[in-house]
């Protein structure tokens, strides 16, 4: 079962990682004069991304849903989560390659295309709706039940292997 | 019962036991003293099964009756003569060290052990045996509550008339109200209780309430910011946009913090609304679209506020560079500046009108949140927690 505290010290880590990301995805075009802490603050980025996505993961084995054998009961309810992270990982690690490799050597060129234009919008809203669907999931996973065994994981069992 | 009136004077030649020869004394000899450091109702107790072991035992050399008779009289003695010194220590303990008084109640029960335990004896010179030591073990189970008594009544010391007490702190001792300590070590407990009783539901039900409030405080912040940006750009631009060049210009150094900011706030505002709705459960999204639900709405409309925001960002950078055309390796060309600009205050017009009708909608009804009554609350109706079935342990 897991613990109120361990279960807290885990929501602020992911809702760190998520503030981090959206801080930087808001205020990163403000250092466009100095590229490297520019390119340093995008590592950091995609890094948390990818922490945040093991974070979600590994809460997601310590619930008894998962113990329990249901890994489909689970990716299927928070399928959304997954399948955003992973596009918008993507979307994040090609705009960040793609825009510092225009102001690598010159910051203060004017480099947007109609291209660059369209990825920074897909980029910038999958960080919104990444950002809903990972804080839904971290508090949804709070939810004892999926920490127990319940008349709806017997439920959810039957239907399964119904 | 004539031995017994006799009194003292009779008893001392029969009490003292015959002194035993170095053959006759039993290995068992040592083990019946040890009870004497130990309380005086173990002592009673193991005397009352050792007799019976004893009388059971049919191989014994000695005659049965005597030798019996004699160690009894020799343990009698002393374990009346310490039940009775315990209880006068309980009754000086009530008075005098706790400054309680014996309750009646208290007294009558000690006396009715007092005459019990004289009873006895007179029993123990008649030869049925059986008897006597059965009502010695009803007395001893009888014995042990006044006993327990002052070892817990003790440490209460609620009567206590001193009113302060002295606690650590620091290796430090202080005086205390004791008073004001009761009260706050109740409080440590309801607290502790509180905490005792706090789930991850309810970590999760807090942090999402929390972001719900951080929410509602960024959608009205962000209302206002973009009515004063939108001021400021017409206030700025002049009347019907006469003053381009001054808009850029003036607005250059603040074009990418004030785009910054917008899409800062817009992301909290557009992840809070979709909270609001639970738009990760795509029926119930559709059906509050349909039914025109206010933050279904406020929903849609900060979502568009959001593209229309971030398709603005090349212009934003065009602005944030801007030098005049006739500059050399300027990005701007002569007469398109008026053409860039309106559109750019357009859509900034647009979004500022959005942004504060989706504050509108959501502040008319700002308990109204959906996700946290489909989230937490519609499988536990379903399935409420008396149906949790407790987990075994293989």
């Known amino acids: 079962m897991l613990q109120p505290s361990n279960y807290s010290l885990v929501l602020f880590l992911q809702f760190l990682l998520l503030s981090y990301d959206l801080f930087v995805n808001s205020f990163s075009e403000l250092l466009r004069t100095a590229p490297a802490v520019q390119l340093v603050l995008f590592i950091i980025q995609d890094i948390a991304i990818v922490f945040n996505v093991i974070i979600v993961f590994l809460m997601f084995f310590n619930t008894y849903v998962f113990q329990a054998g249901l890994v489909n009961l689970l990716f299927h309810k928070f399928k959304g989560t997954i399948l955003l992270s992973a596009a918008y990982l993507a979307l994040s690690i090609s705009f960040h390659i793609w825009i510092m490799n225009l102001r690598w050597r010159d910051s203060s060129r004017f480099i947007w295309t109609e291209g660059l234009q369209t990825l920074f919008v897909f980029q910038r809203l999958a960080a919104v709706l990444y950002c809903y669907f990972y804080k839904r999931t971290a508090v949804h996973l709070g939810d004892p039940l999926f920490y127990q065994d319940s008349l709806w994981l017997r439920k959810e069992f039957a239907h399964f292997r119904g | ?394």
């Open chain 2, 1 to 394: 019962m004539a031995a017994r009136r006799a009194g003292p004077g009779v008893c001392p030649p029969r009490a003292l036991p015959p002194v035993p020869s170095a053959d006759e004394i039993p290995l068992s000899r040592p083990k019946k003293r040890k009870p004497k450091g130990k309380t005086p109702l173990d002592g009673i107790v193991q005397a009352a099964v050792r007799r019976q072991s004893e009388s059971s035992e049919p191989l014994t050399p000695e005659p049965p009756d005597a030798p019996p008779q004699r160690k009894r009289k020799k343990k009698k003695v002393p374990a009346d003569s310490e039940t009775s010194f315990t209880q006068q220590n309980v009754a000086s303990l009530f008075q005098n060290g706790n400054g309680m008084d014996v309750p009646e109640a208290e007294e009558t029960v000690i006396r009715k052990q007092r005459r019990r335990a004289k009873k006895p004896r007179p029993a123990e010179v008649s030869s049925n045996e059986l008897e006597v030591e059965e009502e010695d073990i009803i007395e001893d189970e009888h014995r042990k509550s006044p006993d327990q008594q002052p070892v817990f009544a003790a440490p209460t010391g609620i009567s206590q008339p001193v009113s302060k007490v002295f606690v650590e702190k620091n290796r430090r001792f202080h005086a205390a109200d004791r008073a004001e300590l009761i009260k706050t070590t109740e409080n440590i407990n309801v607290l502790l209780d509180v905490k005792a009783s706090w789930t991850t539901r309810d970590v999760a039900l807090s942090v999402h309430r929390s972001f719900r409030v951080l929410g509602l405080f960024t959608h009205g912040f962000l209302a206002g910011y973009a009515v004063w940006n939108i001021v400021v750009i017409y206030i700025l631009a002049g009347n019907e946009l006469s003053m381009v060049s001054n808009l850029l210009e003036q607005y250059k150094t603040i074009a990418y913090p004030a785009q910054s900011l917008f899409y800062f706030l817009l992301s909290i505002s557009t992840v809070s609304a979709f909270d609001r709705i639970d738009l990760a459960k795509a029926s119930i999204a559709l059906r509050g679209f349909l039914t025109l639900d206010p933050a279904a709405l406020a929903s849609f409309l900060y979502f568009a506020a959001l593209i229309l925001s971030l398709s603005q960002q090349m212009t934003c950078d065009r602005i944030n560079l801007y030098t005049p055309p006739s500059e050399n390796g300027s990005i701007w060309t002569a007469g398109t500046e008026a053409e860039i600009v309106h559109s750019w205050v357009v859509v900034n017009l647009v979004v500022s009108v959005l942004v504060g009708t989706s504050w509108i909608f959501l502040s008319s009804r700002p308990e109204l949140d959906h996700s946290e009554e489909l989230m937490f609350h519609s499988e536990i109706e379903e399935f409420p927690h008396g149906d949790v079935i407790p987990r075994v342990q293989p």
